[in-house]
């Protein structure tokens, strides 16, 4: 594994590395995160033979994709995000990758409801250990002047493990069922695994020992620091908005189609599949390019940029959920998409550009927490709460009512990143 001098400071550690090597770290890393977002996100595929087979309400289904994954992954992610920003990163990224693996796998055993919910906390257990050690050690890697676009990257990893999960995985529940769906979902991790810790470099480590160059701060004072911070507070409540919405979206999106436009899961695993992967990779990486370039002139471009992607989002995906032609759903769902996908990436550069290196994979679990924990258990539940109440009177309808109302949070996030972007450059901590 590459070594890192002492006398490397955290802001300049990416010096140790060439551009080849930073591009194949970054590689890695993205294998790493298709994985995290396959087997995170499998289950939307698998949940219309999940009702049928355990004969569960929305209600149940949204909490089998949201509290049972999210709780203890939002909460467990903040002391492993402890040990990361002192500790070997690519170790912590390895034996989170077997963990999450494992479990998916193990979903396919499942006897009965509560023996898949419980493999699915299984599954947030192992992936607490996933996003902020990857996010922490890239920021190592890049300088601050390719971050918006090597965080893009990694970002887009949602995207092929999102595609992944449509095309594969509705192939594998026509023909083999949801349960060996799981099965062959868990395997590649295993082979990631073994990759990443032979081939990632941890930049603290030098002759064989970890280089204590971060100042040590205290748990509670990392945390007062990143709050007095204005744009890390609407980087916080800006992205816990946006996965309010996204997770519900993403757990519902196939049953919709299935339901209210009648389609096959291999349908939707194609075409809907084939134009949401697009729409996502176009949108992260221009997102990304994009605002690398504007915060060169403006570093409230951070901010600015993805305010107002969000604010130009939102009626598209109003749109998308109340159309019964599945030709224009695609349409305003690709332009809606694109333009979200694009804000992701730019927020969390605008959290890192603030958080400081001695609290940096905290800082990202703090918002992965927020994210999970409130977006990740509400938005489901309470999409499907609202299914429920609203099918009784509109039929199947009613859930693509329901995910429309969830829109709500977008508009909120993009006014709330654009009366912050003027605090980015005071703010701003190697």
């Not at 010096?15 to 289950?43: C, E, G, P």
């Not at 009512?401 to 006014?415: C, D, H, K, N, R």
């Not at 990143?417 to 605090?423: H, M, Q, V």
Request: hydrophobic letters at 55%; proline letters at 5%; charged letters at 10%.
């Amino acid at each position: 594994m590459n070594q890192t001098p002492l006398s490397a400071t955290p802001a300049e550690r990416y010096t140790a590395y060439t551009s080849r090597q930073r591009w194949t770290y970054l590689a890695l890393l993205f294998l790493v995160s298709t994985s995290n977002f396959l087997d995170r996100n499998i289950l939307s595929v698998v949940l219309p033979p999940i009702k049928q087979e355990f004969g569960v309400s929305d209600t149940l289904l949204g909490l089998l994709g949201g509290a049972s994954f999210a709780i203890l992954y939002a909460v467990l992610g903040i002391p492993v995000a402890r040990w990361a920003d002192r500790g070997n990163r690519p170790l912590i990224i390895t034996l989170a990758l077997c963990a999450w693996s494992a479990m998916t796998a193990l979903c396919g055993a499942a006897q009965t409801f509560w023996q898949l919910a419980l493999a699915r906390v299984g599954v947030g257990i192992g992936e607490a250990g996933a996003l902020p050690p990857c996010q922490s050690l890239l920021a190592d890697y890049f300088p601050l002047r390719q971050r918006s676009l090597a965080l893009a990257i990694l970002s887009a990893a949602s995207t092929a493990g999102t595609l992944i999960g449509f095309v594969g995985g509705g192939w594998a529940v026509v023909n083999l069922g949801w349960r060996w769906t799981f099965a062959l979902a868990g395997l590649p991790g295993m082979v990631i695994a073994a990759l990443s810790w032979a081939l990632l470099p941890e930049p603290r480590h030098a002759a064989g020992r970890l280089a204590r160059t971060d100042p040590q701060e205290s748990f509670l004072a990392s945390l007062r620091l990143l709050w007095m911070k204005p744009t890390y507070r609407a980087a916080l409540i800006g992205l816990t908005l946006w996965s309010a919405f996204s997770y519900g979206s993403s757990v519902f999106f196939p049953s919709y189609l299935v339901r209210t436009l009648g389609l096959t899961m291999t349908t939707v695993g194609t075409q809907y599949g084939a134009v949401a992967a697009v729409a996502t990779l176009l949108g992260t990486l221009a997102g990304g390019w994009w605002a690398d370039r504007a915060a060169r002139r403006d570093p409230r471009a951070l901010l600015r940029l993805p305010g107002i992607w969000a604010l130009l989002s939102s009626p598209f995906y109003v749109l998308a959920f109340v159309v019964h032609d599945f030709s224009f759903f695609l349409v305003v769902a690709a332009i809606a998409i694109t333009l979200l996908s694009a804000a992701l990436p730019v927020v969390l550069a605008a959290a890192h550009a603030v958080c400081g290196s001695a609290r940096r994979a905290m800082a990202v679990a703090i918002l992965f927490f927020f994210m999970a924990l409130v977006g990740g258990t509400i938005g489901p539940l309470l999409t499907g709460m609202i299914s429920d109440a609203l099918s009784p009177r509109f039929g199947p309808a009613g859930l693509g009512y329901a995910l429309a109302l969830m829109t709500l949070s977008i508009p909120a996030m993009g006014v709330l990143l654009l009366r912050a972007s003027g605090n980015l450059a005071d703010d701003a901590e190697a």
